[in-house]
């Protein structure tokens, strides 16, 4: 998994403001670098300052979108044959601080993050709805296992995970449904027909290579034995972000 940017905001794709255009030119970078990275590995690091200043550390040009466009792997398509090969240190300062580590302070810095990969890496990009495979978020057999807790996400609505564990508070199924597809790679869709907002931990077997790993439901039978809740495949509209073009960035 990739760096998780922002708790609630990184998770809400389907919500978020990032697809439309903003009203007014958005605020801008004052200092950017982008270097090769002479990294050997694919391990990758990122820092978001306070101020809105930020760190990657060997990312892609696809981890940069990911980023600006607060998309999922699966919903890139097209772009140059390095978009997801070479890798890049960047740092980037804002003109004037602003409360990153927000909502709405999210949304700016995606726009910040457009407005740098268009400038430096000349990248033209279009939305589409395309039909794909998807997972459908169901209630599954027997009596529901969610605590409701609320009727609306408020501002104490908060997350957090590790491997093979996550928790949520106030946390609603459009939010699990996202996070859910986050971990799985492909695009799952609320179909729970639940309202309000709940209390969930959920703990499977992550089964992801790094180390052997013998116990534990999967992802699949935690949803059901744990949440009373599960995952039914078929295909459905998944809003994609098409890369028309890119090319390597100027020099700093």
Same mark, same amino acid.
């Given at each position: 998994?990739?760096? #998780?940017?922002?708790?609630?905001?990184?998770?809400?794709?389907?919500?978020?403001?990032?697809?439309?255009?903003?009203?007014?030119?958005?605020?801008?970078?004052?200092?950017?670098?982008? #270097?090769?990275?002479?990294?050997?590995?694919?391990?990758?690091?990122?820092?978001?300052?306070?101020?809105?200043?930020?760190?990657?550390?060997?990312?892609?040009?696809?981890?940069?979108?990911?980023?600006?466009?607060?998309?999922?792997?699966?919903?890139?398509?097209?772009?140059?044959?390095?978009?997801?090969?070479?890798?890049?240190?960047?740092?980037?300062?804002?003109?004037?601080?602003?409360?990153?580590?927000?909502?709405?302070?999210? #949304?700016?810095?995606?726009?910040?993050?457009?407005?740098?990969?268009?400038?430096?890496?000349q990248i033209k990009v279009h939305r589409q709805t395309k039909e794909m495979a998807v997972y459908y978020l169901a209630l599954g057999k027997g009596e529901s296992k969610l605590k409701r807790t609320g009727d609306a996400?408020?501002?104490?609505?908060?997350?957090?995970?590790?491997?093979?564990?996550?928790?949520?508070? #106030?946390?609603?199924?459009?939010?699990?449904?996202?996070?859910?597809?986050?971990?799985?790679?492909?695009?799952?869709?609320?179909?729970?027909?639940?309202?309000?907002?709940?209390?969930?931990?959920?703990?499977?077997?992550?089964?992801?290579?790094?180390?052997?790993?013998?116990?534990?439901?999967?992802?699949f039978a935690a949803l059901q034995e744990q949440l009373g809740l599960k995952l039914d495949s078929g295909r459905g509209p998944v809003e994609v972000l098409v890369v028309d073009s890119a090319e390597r960035p100027s020099?700093?």
């Amino acid at each position: 998994m990739g760096a #998780k940017y922002c708790v609630i905001a990184g998770i809400a794709w389907g919500t978020s403001a990032v697809w439309g255009q903003a009203a007014s030119a958005p605020p801008a970078f004052d200092v950017v670098s982008i #270097k090769p990275s002479a990294a050997t590995n694919t391990d990758k690091t990122f820092h978001l300052g306070p101020d809105g200043s930020f760190q990657a550390g060997n990312y892609s040009l696809k981890d940069l979108i990911r980023l600006g466009w607060d998309v999922r792997n699966f919903q890139i398509l097209g772009g140059p044959g390095w978009l997801d090969t070479e890798r890049y240190n960047v740092q980037a300062k804002p003109v004037a601080p602003f409360a990153a580590h927000s909502t709405e302070g999210f #949304k700016q810095l995606g726009l910040m993050v457009q407005a740098m990969l268009a400038e430096r890496f000349q990248i033209k990009v279009h939305r589409q709805t395309k039909e794909m495979a998807v997972y459908y978020l169901a209630l599954g057999k027997g009596e529901s296992k969610l605590k409701r807790t609320g009727d609306a996400m408020d501002p104490t609505t908060r997350m957090g995970d590790g491997r093979g564990r996550m928790w949520a508070v #106030k946390f609603s199924m459009t939010l699990l449904a996202n996070y859910l597809g986050g971990e799985l790679g492909v695009a799952v869709l609320d179909r729970t027909g639940l309202s309000g907002v709940y209390d969930l931990e959920l703990k499977w077997n992550p089964d992801d290579g790094r180390r052997p790993t013998d116990s534990g439901p999967s992802i699949f039978a935690a949803l059901q034995e744990q949440l009373g809740l599960k995952l039914d495949s078929g295909r459905g509209p998944v809003e994609v972000l098409v890369v028309d073009s890119a090319e390597r960035p100027s020099a700093n």
